[in-house]
């Protein structure tokens, strides 16, 4: 059982920057996938970025160039550094973690154990 609590939601307005933490307990997680979902009122949840266990990261096409994902495994934390947000990243964001180690977290069939969620509030 892995318990992940992410953190560091809030208002900001457009153009400005948050950076959203989670960190994991109940086991390591330096050889696992983590990352970030997110999902806004009235969408499915949908993929944002992930981070390997090797440092290699993916982005959906509308995060790519202004968010920034990284990893402490010493800490067993990630991080999200969101730059440039724009209204319509508001959502609430969700980490979390692959189903096994060595596996890629892409899609919600990937995901094991979730987050609570932060609330990213982005005004015009």
């Known amino acids: 059982q892995v318990q992940l609590v992410d953190s560091g939601g809030g208002s900001v307005q457009a153009g400005g920057s948050l950076r959203l933490s989670c960190t994991a307990s109940g086991r390591s997680i330096n050889n696992y996938a983590m990352g970030w979902f997110r999902q806004a009122p009235g969408k499915w949840r949908e993929f944002v970025t992930s981070?390997?266990?090797?440092?290699?990261?993916y982005y959906s096409e509308s995060v790519r160039g202004r968010f920034t994902i990284s990893r402490d495994n010493a800490e067993n934390t990630i991080y999200l550094q969101m730059n440039t947000l724009k209204v319509e990243d508001t959502a609430i964001y969700y980490c979390a973690v692959a189903k096994a180690a060595y596996r890629v977290l892409r899609t919600l069939d990937d995901v094991d154990f979730w987050g609570q969620g932060t609330q990213v509030t982005v005004s015009s």
């Open positions: 981070i390997l266990w090797s440092g290699g990261t």
